[in-house]
């Protein structure tokens, strides 16, 4: 159930170990999170949660691979970075991890490694991450899927979770039903709207732009800052983001919002204020109350779960798809997702 990134990648896996896979998307598949998210792989203990560390870490160091596997798959190009992150912190985080900022100090001056950058005092680190184009990846994701004959469904709502003798025996849609004996909910911010397991998911709102500037590497890396972001595409595209706002399932960008993102990333690169804006849109990140993403078996037989990674679902994508098919198949995972389990929302 869900046809995102994490759906998608998922059906891939299973099909690698020879399951036959349905994929149902009650839009189009990869137009939700996926389709509106960043694509930073940001995996640096600033900002991610303790206990999810390790299978950022996995993940990251799996994308080189997973994003080889479906070039090769698909014949398409995805846009995969590693000229790496300029970070800009805050003068509170500077001082609480002054440890780590020395440890990834810039390799030559600020001025060298982004020249259209604004004058400034504030100090920067760079850390060795990637960034990836997450349109050109569900893009390609589709075409691996099915060129591995999943059977994907779209425009296609799951209404429910079916259920017989206490175990899953498939899933209901607003025009049919399909039988199955494994059921796995990647439903993103949907995930809790069946009846079966409300799994405490939520959307949180983010809105970005997008410009386009005549020079192709007007910036080169990823920036961070406080206030914004900014993400490089090789085709000269630049995304700015982000909010965070819980705001239900509203998708709609608000003028101001988007005019004092513009605004912040022309404060870090003067140049900008010449670029073409290009299109503004908001996705909804599926949240959860502890930040924390929901993976692995139910209590009910044959139905599992994994959604619910907030701003990380394009990071954790390969290790999700890995850890979940082996936990699918029966075999012992490789990385421990027990702190992840659906289970501590229905103690």
């Not at 149902?24 to 694509?39: F, T």
């Not at 805050?90 to 780590?100: G, H, M, R, T």
């Not at 819980?246 to 022309?266: N, P, W, Y």
Request: with cysteine.
């Amino acid at each position: 159930m869900g046809g995102g990134i994490i759906g998608l990648s998922l059906s891939i896996a299973l099909r690698k170990r020879g399951l036959r896979v349905l994929v149902v998307e009650r839009g189009e598949p990869g137009r939700e999170a996926s389709h509106a998210a960043a694509g930073m792989l940001a995996d640096c203990i600033l900002e991610t949660p303790a206990a999810l560390q390790t299978l950022a870490t996995a993940s990251a160091r799996m994308y080189p691979e997973f994003v080889h596997e479906l070039q090769d798959e698909s014949g398409m190009t995805v846009d995969l970075r590693d000229q790496g992150t300029l970070l800009f912190p805050s003068p509170e985080c500077l001082f609480e991890q002054a440890k780590f900022f020395a440890e990834n100090s810039l390799p030559t001056s600020l001025a060298e490694l982004e020249p259209a950058l604004a004058a400034t005092e504030a100090t920067a680190v760079y850390l060795k991450e990637r960034s990836v184009d997450p349109r050109a990846l569900v893009a390609a994701a589709l075409k691996a899927a099915k060129h591995r004959e999943v059977d994907i469904s779209s425009g296609t709502a799951v209404t429910d979770v079916l259920i017989a003798d206490g175990r899953v025996t498939g899933v209901a849609t607003d025009r049919t039903h399909y039988v199955a004996p494994c059921v796995v909910n990647c439903a993103g911010a949907w995930a809790g709207s069946f009846s079966r397991h409300r799994f405490p998911t939520r959307p949180v709102k983010g809105q970005m732009l997008a410009v386009a500037s005549s020079e192709r590497n007007l910036v080169r890396h990823v920036i961070r800052a406080p206030e914004v972001y900014l993400v490089p595409r090789s085709d000269g595209r630049i995304v700015i983001g982000s909010t965070l706002e819980e705001a239900g399932f509203d998708k709609r960008t608000d003028v101001d919002t988007i005019s004092r993102l513009h605004k912040a990333a022309i404060q870090i690169i003067p140049a900008l204020e010449n670029a073409r804006m290009l299109e503004a849109w908001a996705g909804l990140r599926p949240g959860t109350p502890d930040d924390l993403p929901i993976l692995g078996a139910t209590s009910t037989p044959g139905y599992f779960v994994a959604t619910g990674h907030f701003r990380d679902g394009i990071l954790l994508t390969p290790v999700t798809a890995h850890v979940i098919a082996q936990v699918i198949t029966g075999a012992q995972p490789d990385y421990d997702i027990s702190g992840f389990s659906p289970q501590r929302f229905h103690d």
